[in-house]
């Protein structure tokens, strides 16, 4: 086999024999960068030096800065409805004590979030709504969030708790996945003797006295997929109607770990479309299939950490209170993309929204 040389030896037989020691030092450098001799920076590195870094680490390292703008903050995993689709389920009965959670918090205004939506489980459970309402005081009058909004399900939420914290809030997303009370029962909305439609009634005409942005959340599934809503949902007037495509995820609603088994639940991209086509002409629509929804949230669990949904699954990066935002969400699996392709910044305070009360 031929081998390549450095030209300076070939002549070294017919030059002095200073030269060809020159020349022998040339032809080393030459095999020890060609072949990563021990002590090549191309090889160990010199004495010192970090160990060269993992591919991911590298990536990780030379991405540019996520800024966490919108943040869902799921503070509480317990829930009294038993939704069976639900892909956040009670796997945990921790909440943070409340100096801890508005440490967190103020980490992430610092880091620039505009705004954080608190849900669950069921928001409205720990301390009756009262944690709840500490929170979103706290994020609108001391770290002056553009907008708080909160989704729940709407089943504890009481006149007193918009007395006493509504000014404070911009947005209130209440569930809803139908208008026929049996189908919500069968979906595993049920409240006994309560009608959820009517609970949603009642919560709309709460918003409008203290002036809190309505908007209701649907998640299409094999149960409502045939269902016309329009004209429920053009009587509400929410300012958005957010209608999810049901999704599975492994270890919340799928898989050996999961407390729900949502399969059954589960819908093609093309009744979700149909679903879509049905209801065309209202205008506070807002779909999220589930290629828009996966990967497009920044979710921080009870313990204040990033939820990485790439893998199908929900893998936590460290807690922002242990090792900061900017670390931590590294690892959130963010795609900042789609979340403005599915129009996740929008007019989001009631300030800006200018509506008819």
Not at 29 to 48: K, M, T
Not at 113 to 130: A, I, Q
């Amino acid at each position: 086999m031929r081998m390549l040389v450095p030209t300076a030896l070939l002549g070294a037989c017919r030059q002095p024999l200073g030269y060809l020691w020159t020349s022998l030092a040339v032809l080393f450098c030459w095999l020890r960068a060609a072949f990563q001799w021990p002590g090549s920076r191309r090889g160990q590195g010199e004495p010192g030096s970090p160990p060269p870094q993992l591919p991911e680490e590298a990536e990780l390292d030379s991405a540019p800065s996520t800024t966490p703008t919108s943040v869902n903050y799921h503070f509480t995993r317990q829930c009294n409805y038993a939704c069976g689709f639900c892909f956040h389920t009670a796997k945990t009965s921790f909440v943070l004590p409340l100096a801890e959670a508005k440490r967190g918090l103020r980490l992430l205004q610092e880091a620039g979030m505009e705004k954080v939506n608190f849900s669950g489980g069921e928001p409205f459970l720990p301390d009756r709504g009262e944690y709840l309402g500490k929170l979103v005081r706290f994020c609108k009058e001391e770290l002056g969030l553009p907008s708080v909004s909160v989704v729940s399900n709407g089943s504890l939420i009481r006149e007193k708790w918009f007395e006493d914290y509504g000014e404070y809030l911009d947005i209130l997303a209440i569930s809803c996945d139908s208008f026929d009370e049996q189908v919500n029962v069968l979906i595993g909305r049920g409240q006994g003797r309560k009608s959820h439609v009517e609970t949603l009634r009642k919560l709309r005409g709460w918003c409008r006295d203290y002036r809190v942005a309505f908007k209701v959340n649907s998640v299409i599934n094999r149960f409502n997929v045939d269902e016309d809503m329009s004209e429920q949902i053009l009587v509400l007037n929410p300012v958005r109607w957010k209608v999810f495509q049901c999704l599975l995820i492994e270890g919340e609603n799928v898989g050996k770990d999961a407390l729900r088994e949502a399969e059954r639940f589960v819908i093609s991209d093309a009744e979700f479309e149909g679903f879509l086509d049905r209801h065309k002409d209202v205008p506070c629509l807002v779909p999220e299939s589930n290629l828009k929804m996966k990967d497009s949230y920044l979710i921080l669990d009870e313990y204040m950490r990033f939820l990485n949904c790439r893998g199908g699954r929900k893998d936590p990066s460290k807690s922002i209170l242990d090792v900061g935002v900017e670390e931590a969400i590294k690892f959130s699996g963010f795609d900042e993309r789609m979340f403005l392709k599915r129009g996740g910044k929008y007019v989001w305070s009631k300030a800006d929204l200018m509506l008819d009360w």
